[in-house]
């Protein structure tokens, strides 16, 4: 492999046709997580507090998304919604997939705190949704951000997904590229592989720049904690 392959493929306009891409699925990726963790909190909230038919059809809404493909969400979006563009469309399939999910990690945060506290909340004049906001989700988000930005790694991830129906994210741009590198370049292997370990690793660098993030907000946690306990 020769330093030519590199220069083919890293010209000015390609890292700029490269660098559009990685904005979209970003925007993507921020707008499907911050969708999917409203929705899936109340979706949370009434399987685990609204037991009557709000509830259960929260309960069959998650169960039905969390055992099927996300895939297939995003095709069923992309050809039968009636509204916007095929962007838009799968970003709707992408959060109606992941707010499931996060509803489950939202509901094990919810389950893991005391029942004590309702009541404890309730002694002192607090409402029911009082209490939720004030005191039972802050601790429930306290308790997931691990489970939480796991799922958003995987929701980066899976906009690579959104190549697959010519939208122009990161994954559809850099793949593009090998339809014609530069002009008079022959794509090689060497091309391929120097352009696929590109973008495993800018993948990489941002999902474990956001693993770095929690595990020292964690262990910040862990010492102010132990600094208390003292």
Not at 54 to 61: M, P
Not at 160 to 167: E, L
């Amino acid at each position: 492999m020769n330093l030519q392959v590199f220069a083919d493929i890293f010209t000015p306009g390609n890292v700029l046709f490269m660098l559009a891409g990685l904005r979209t699925t970003l925007l993507i990726s921020v707008a499907t997580v911050c969708a999917s963790v409203i929705f899936g909190t109340a979706l949370a909230l009434l399987r685990n507090y609204e037991k009557r038919i709000f509830g259960k059809i929260a309960s069959i809404y998650i169960e039905i998304f969390r055992s099927t493909p996300l895939l297939l969400w995003i095709l069923v979006c992309i050809f039968m919604l009636p509204v916007g563009n095929y962007l838009i469309r799968g970003g709707i399939g992408l959060t109606l997939y992941t707010s499931s999910v996060i509803a489950e990690i939202v509901r094990g945060g919810l389950n893991s705190i005391a029942n004590g506290q309702f009541e404890a909340a309730r002694s002192q004049g607090f409402s029911f949704i009082q209490t939720l906001v004030y005191i039972i989700l802050p601790q429930c988000f306290e308790r997931i951000v691990p489970s939480l930005m796991s799922q958003i790694i995987t929701t980066i991830k899976d906009t690579s997904f959104f190549a697959q129906f010519a939208i122009a994210e990161f994954f559809f741009n850099a793949k593009n590229l090998m339809g014609g590198i530069s002009k008079g370049a022959v794509v090689s292997t060497a091309h391929i592989f120097v352009l696929y370990c590109f973008i495993a690793l800018v993948y990489f660098v941002i999902n474990f720049s956001l693993s770095c993030i929690v595990r020292k907000l964690s262990k910040d946690k862990e010492r102010n904690l132990d600094a208390l306990l003292e």
